[in-house]
């Protein structure tokens, strides 16, 4: 998965403004191609515990959804922020985690983004495969646009045992995830 630089950008500055609560989004990019070039950001719709957890606003997730239709892209992943916790993932995001889809954390220490870590569930619910930004010598690479995109190539990881979601659907205007932690 490749993560164009100002998409990446996109997704700290929204970090640093949403602090000290957890913010979301979602990763869009062309269609068969394993890269997201923007970060559309999503609302946060969980509020007593917006501070460690998230949830993206189902309205959100479908008119997204609809403008990547339109423009010929595709959802590619998710993005979140932990506030002054590491960027990795918890049991509640990769019990809540697609397959297929990169799932970007980013850690956000005093208003400041200090890390950044990904992982894509194997199934839905998890397992996952953890993944972390590439070194910035050798594994950028050029875009169209002429920007630097990180990679995202994988390391080893804790797996665990997750059930599955309830269904398999992919899409918002069918399944809204609404599970309590």
């Known amino acids: 998965m490749k993560i164009v630089r100002t998409a990446f950008e996109a997704i700290q500055a929204h970090g640093t403004e949403g602090y000290p609560n957890e913010i979301c989004g979602i990763l869009v990019g062309p269609r068969g191609e394993r890269r997201a070039t923007a970060a559309k950001r999503a609302r946060n719709i969980v509020v007593d515990r917006s501070h460690d957890r998230y949830e993206i606003d189902p309205r959100d997730h479908i008119r997204i959804q ?76 050029a875009t169209s646009s002429g920007s630097a995109s990180p990679t995202w190539p994988p390391t080893p990881t804790t797996r665990w045992s997750l059930r599955c979601c309830r269904c398999s659907s992919r899409r918002a205007s069918v399944h809204l995830r609404s599970r309590s932690a």
């Not at 595709?74 to 990169?102: C, K, L, M, N």
């Not at 194997?122 to 594994?139: F, I, K, N, Q, V």
Request: aromatic share 10%.
């Open 66 to 141: 609809r403008e990547a239709d339109s423009a010929g892209l595709d959802i590619v992943g998710y993005y979140h922020t932990h506030p002054d916790h590491p960027a990795q993932a918890s049991r509640f995001d990769t019990e809540r985690a697609w397959a297929g889809y990169v799932y970007v954390i980013v850690s956000v220490e005093k208003g400041k983004p200090v890390d950044a870590n990904a992982f894509v569930a194997e199934a839905d619910g998890g397992p996952s495969a953890a993944l972390r930004p590439a070194p910035a010598s050798g594994g950028s690479t």
